[in-house]
């Protein structure tokens, strides 16, 4: 913990002298990076070194122990030494705490991925499964929810859907919601009745401001289409349907639930952005160490992090070993008894890795 601390004082120093030169007060936007990172760090700093500063007294302190030699003064002194220590004890624990909200990102709002993977339509069900018991669950917390793209399979169920969350809330409680999720069931396609396996990939992103991710309108490639419907009146008899590619990235984001095309477009802007954020970060985790994740594991979203066994009725996380008997609580909407120890864990993993 210390340690960590060492390293955010001197990112602070850093960027106190960043702030001082005149060619980062010249570029206004470089300047107002640098400075919501000094403001975000500032608070953190100063209670530390008025941590440091009390050891230092009270290292003073205990150190008139060794040549007074009146009996009445040692008894002042040994108080005095215990009061410091007290004190330098609260501000340890203010210390932790403060590290804990490091640790919880200010995301205003953010976007839950959730896409069939290995095992066809029954994945695709699954995905249906998963999809309902986040929005129950966002219902009963009051988040406010917007359906940004949706692809769903000729049985119903669901290839992939995006959700923009907008609550201050939503982030920090689901961000280990990222993975592999997945189910053992007998499909109701399967005529014989045999346990299949399938799985489903969730992905859990902020949604970053405009200054964060900036997008290169000559990077883009914007297809538009004709949405697919259900048929009938549903079908869409406009190219309102927007396709953006990436062209750096290769990253392909498709939004046709709107009737226009523009909100389709502005849909789609917002979801690349915060893929681009994710990538990004995930290249930076890589340069300053392999060591260092944010989930037990690899972290990657090709990790199976949770299993939904319908036949015994439970459901495992697999990073901390957790097994709950009651999946169909959790399936509608029930899944605090799962979230709230994934966030202890990772909360004293971040105290001990910084």
């Not at 549903?234 to 939004?255: E, F, K, L, Q, W």
């Amino acid at each position: 913990m210390f340690e960590r601390l060492e390293n955010i004082e001197s990112r602070y120093q850093e960027l106190e002298a960043e702030l001082a030169r005149p060619e980062t007060m010249a570029n206004m936007d470089a300047y107002k990076k640098i400075a919501k990172e000094y403001n975000e760090l500032k608070d953190i700093v100063e209670v530390y070194r008025e941590w440091k500063k009390k050891g230092e007294e009270m290292e003073k302190t205990l150190a008139m122990l060794t040549t007074e030699k009146d009996d009445d003064m040692r008894v002042l002194i040994k108080e005095e030494a215990s009061q410091l220590e007290q004190t330098r004890s609260d501000i340890e624990s203010r210390l932790r705490d403060m590290l804990l909200k490091m640790h919880e990102e200010n995301v205003k709002s953010m976007f839950l991925e959730i896409r069939a993977g290995a095992g066809g339509e029954e994945a695709a069900l699954f995905a249906r499964d998963l999809f309902g018991m986040y929005m129950k669950f966002a219902e009963k917390m009051r988040w406010k929810t917007e359906v940004m793209g949706t692809s769903l399979s000729d049985l119903g169920g669901i290839k992939e859907i995006i959700v923009l969350i907008d609550s201050r809330d939503a982030y920090n409680m689901l961000r280990y919601e990222s993975g592999v999720h997945r189910v053992q069931r007998v499909p109701v396609t399967e005529a014989q009745g045999r346990i299949h396996t399938s799985t489903v990939t969730v992905a859990v992103l902020p949604e970053p401001e405009e200054l964060e991710v900036d997008i290169n309108p000559e990077e883009l490639r914007i297809d538009v289409f004709r949405s697919s419907g259900p048929g009938g009146q549903h079908v869409n008899t406009t190219d309102s349907a927007v396709r953006i590619t990436h062209i750096p990235t290769g990253i392909v984001v498709t939004c046709q639930d709107e009737k226009s095309q523009h909100k389709n477009k502005a849909k789609a802007i917002r979801v690349l952005r915060a893929r681009l954020k994710e990538k990004m970060e995930m290249e930076k985790e890589q340069e300053i160490s392999q060591e260092r994740r944010k989930q037990v594991g690899t972290g990657d979203r090709s990790e199976r992090i949770r299993t939904y066994n319908f036949p015994q009725g439970r459901v495992t996380d697999h990073r901390i070993g957790l097994t709950l008997y009651k999946l169909q609580n959790i399936l509608n909407g029930d899944i605090e008894d799962i979230l709230n120890p994934l966030i202890a864990h990772f909360q004293a993993e971040a105290l001990k890795t910084g």
